[in-house]
Each structure stands twice: as structure tokens, then as C-alpha cells.
């Protein structure tokens, strides 16, 4: 670090390395992290082995192989009624996500809208329908939504769990139905 670098953020406490497996030799380990990245989410937030910085000076971590049982997650509620989400991972640069999202039977998206980027969708459990379109995911289901394509307003049948994916912010401007902003990251 140089007098002008910034310390990283505190509040991103980091683990301690896990052990080194018997399998990789001992200078392999200590070279095995990644480069610097400002990555957010469960998964990197419990996984925050060294302090580093971006190439633009920005405090960021480095990790490891990252592994999280998803079902030792607690589903976080956001503003919007019936939905829930567990959030894995989230590119901090770029807004790219990877999140684990719950609609209980009967909550969905209110209106029609689009996205920033496209959107992946892979039914776990459930159903959940695209109203105007008749599209309904059921489990093995994959839904890909492009940037920019109007869709919705969707309802789920049952509850339903989809993972879910967005290549980069997930939209132009804050939809009405989120009175956090943080819910439309």
C-alpha cells in the first residue's frame, strides 16, 4: 500500500485461511487466492481471506474456492410482500448477481417493467407465471429475459424458489414496488 491508498472497509471483517488440503504443496496454497475483487453477497461476505485493492486503487479481498450451503442461509425479506431472497453473489463493480430468490403462493411483480441487463432465471421448486405471456416456470424450468424486453406483471402459483441470475445492474431506475433501493440492486 502507498501513503495515498485507503485502508479497506472495517466492516469487512476477514476469515481465517482454512486449512492447507495434503493435496497442494505449501507455495501453491499461499499463491492460491484471487486477485483483489469488490465482490458482495453470502458467499464472498464469509469468505474474506486477505485485504487488497482493484487496480484503480479501490479497497477489495481475496479469496479462495468458495463453498456455502445455501440451506444454512436465512431467506431475507425485502419490501416487497411475498418476497424473499438469499443473496450469493454479487460483482460490486459491474452489479452482476447471483441470488436465490422466494415467492410465497400469491406475491409476484405488480407491473410490467424491464431490466438493465439480462436476466437468467432456473426454477427450483414451484410455480410462477408471467401473466401476459402465459409463461409459467416450473421446476427444471430456465427463463431467460434479455435486456430491455418488457415483461410482467408475474404471479406465483405456488411458492416458488428460483435462482437467479443478472449479467450486470438489474434496472434503469428503482421500481415502485421496492421502497428500499438496496432491493432493486
Known amino acids: 500500500m502507498t501513503e495515498n491508498t485507503p485502508e479497506p472497509p472495517a466492516d469487512l471483517p476477514l476469515v481465517a485461511a482454512p486449512p492447507r488440503p495434503s493435496a497442494i504443496d505449501a507455495q501453491e496454497w499461499a499463491e492460491n487466492l484471487s486477485e483483489p475483487a469488490r465482490y458482495g453477497g453470502e458467499a464472498p461476505d464469509r ?21 456455502v450451503q445455501t440451506g444454512d442461509l436465512a431467506w431475507v425479506d425485502k419490501t416487497l410482500a411475498g418476497l424473499s431472497q438469499k443473496a450469493l453473489w454479487r460483482n460490486d463493480d459491474t452489479g452482476a448477481s447471483i441470488t436465490l430468490v422466494r415467492f410465497l403462493k400469491g406475491s409476484g411483480i405488480p407491473s410490467r417493467h424491464a431490466h ?26 430456465f427463463y431467460w429475459n434479455p435486456r ?38
Open 47 to 67: 469468505s474474506r481471506e486477505q485485504s487488497g485493492f482493484t487496480s484503480d486503487g479501490e479497497a477489495a479481498h481475496r479469496f479462495r474456492e468458495i463453498l
Open 116 to 141: 438493465a441487463s439480462n436476466q437468467f432465471m432456473f426454477c427450483l421448486t414451484g410455480r410462477y407465471t408471467y401473466v401476459p405471456t402465459s409463461i409459467t416456470l416450473t421446476p427444471g424450468s
Open 148 to 185: 430491455g424486453s418488457l415483461h410482467g406483471p408475474t404471479i406465483a402459483e405456488e411458492d416458488t424458489v428460483l435462482l437467479e441470475v443478472y449479467d450486470g445492474p438489474h434496472y434503469p431506475t428503482q421500481p415502485s414496488w421496492y421502497t428500499n433501493a438496496d432491493d432493486a440492486r
